[in-house]
């Protein structure tokens, strides 16, 4: 099934795109179930000023946890009033914390403005493996470490 394009703010695309030099797929597949497509925010492999960060140090800084942002949400999650009797936790656009190995890790191809082919990295999770909300762009900004 080929998926659909989903409505973020142009000021959330331009703060992944500037921190973190990812990009939102054109194409994103279309959860089933209770599942939930995100995509995971992972520090830049090159600060600002041009130095390399190593994969162990970004490994240390996300050691326990991982920021992302929800991208799709399945037609069955949160309708489990027992795990969920307030409602959803969160919505298509909102940023998340969840657990560093929860979900399934998948790769979508996409093809940059300039025609340059790349791989962005989404995860699917369920609807109840998210930990906390955070519920401004200050909030994902604190917890960028400095990139």
């Given amino acids: 099934m080929e998926g659909s394009q989903i409505d973020i703010s142009p000021n959330i695309i331009t703060y992944i795109k500037e921190s973190y030099d990812l990009e939102i797929p054109k194409y994103i597949p279309e959860p089933i179930g209770y599942s939930i497509v995100i995509l995971p925010l992972v520090g830049r492999k ?3 000023g041009g130095i390399i960060i190593p994969d162990t140090s970004e490994e ?6 991982i920021s992302a ?22 919505k298509v ?13 998948f790769q979508v191809l996409m093809i940059k403005e300039n025609g340059e082919k790349d791989h962005v990295g989404l995860r699917l999770i369920d609807d109840d493996q ?18």
């Fill in 60 to 65: 240390a800084i996300r050691d326990h946890a």
């Fill in 93 to 105: 656009g909102d940023f998340i914390q969840v657990e560093k190995y929860r979900g399934m890790m």
């Fill in 69 to 90: 942002l929800v991208l799709k949400i399945g037609p069955d999650a949160f309708l489990d009033s027992h795990k969920f009797p307030n409602g959803p936790h969160f």
């Fill in 46 to 48: 090159k600060t600002r």
């Fill in 130 to 147: 998210a930990k906390a909300l955070l519920p401004t762009l200050d909030h994902v900004k604190a917890l960028q470490f400095g990139w």
